[in-house]
């Protein structure tokens, strides 16, 4: 019985302490900003980003090759039948003369849009394997669990929702690194604004699965410790929410 209370807290300073709010990525303006940037720092970007995707296509098979740059030119195709306001003559040279080095910029996003992604994958494997050991111990209490299974299964809905949008980011931030901005400058902008939607739609999701964990979950595994100890008090119950929250507000 001890170790089933200490699975309990375990689970419950994990949940608050792994799911930590997603990072806003710093996407490059692409047409709308000015003219700081120097033409040296936009030769060493974008000899950098050209390097990148050269590598990248010399591993690859001349068929996949082919296929991805049929698959990009299709999501580029999409992209720019979305864009609400049509680029003029001006807007359009403004940003071929950018992209560039707007596009080394994309790839450190893109870089940490992976890092998130992976990090908070495993975070959520620990919470969800906690979670079901815990499901199966206290069955075997004979104590009903349902009401667990229902919020862990709902959690896990949003978690998989939350990991393909993720995905989805991270492929339009590679179109936008790897398409040739200069002579599509329409595609890149268009590209852009997606990747802004996709980020603003990430950061909703992340919030969304932090606060289900950090209210509904939570509370059904603290109802089954209320079933498991009944003599629990309110103040215990307190001290251990504040433990937690100093836990999870440390970054």
């Known amino acids: ?9 375990t689970t419950l300073s994990v949940s608050m302490v792994m799911m930590s709010p997603l990072a806003v990525f710093a996407i490059a303006e ?5 003219n700081s940037t120097t ?7 974008t000899t950098s980003t050209d390097a990148s995707s050269a590598t990248e296509t010399k591993t690859q098979k001349p068929e996949d090759v082919a296929k991805n740059a049929a698959d990009l030119k299709k999501r580029l195709d999409e992209n720019k039948a979305t864009l609400k306001t049509k680029l003029d003559d001006a807007a359009k040279k403004r940003i071929s003369g950018k992209c560039k080095a707007s596009q080394t910029v994309v790839t450190g996003a893109e870089t940490r849009a992976g890092e998130i992604s ?3 994958s495993k975070a959520y494997s620990k919470i969800s394997e906690k979670i ?8 075997a209490q004979n104590i009903d669990t349902t009401a667990l299974e229902a919020a862990n299964a709902a ?17 339009t931030l590679t179109d936008l690194r790897q398409m040739d901005c200069v002579t ?3 595609g890149f902008q268009a590209t852009l604004e997606k990747a802004r939607t996709q980020r603003e739609t990430v ?3 992340a919030q969304e699965l932090r606060t289900y964990i950090d209210t509904t979950l939570k509370n059904e595994i603290k109802a089954i410790r209320l079933k498991l100890d009944p003599k629990s008090t309110a103040g215990s119950n307190q001290n251990s929410d504040t433990n937690t929250t100093q836990t999870g507000g440390t970054r």
């Open 118 to 120: 992976e990090n908070r």
């Open 132 to 139: 079901q050991t815990l499901i199966v111990k206290v069955k």
């Open 1 to 9: 019985m001890n170790k089933l209370r200490i699975l309990l807290g």
């Open 155 to 171: 959690a896990k809905q949003k978690a998989e929702t939350l990991a393909a949008s993720m995905a989805a980011y991270k492929l």
């Open 39 to 45: 033409n040296s720092t936009q030769k060493v970007k």
């Open 203 to 205: 950061k909703t999701q």
């Open 184 to 186: 599509d400058p329409t």
């Open 30 to 34: 692409s047409g709308t900003g000015d």
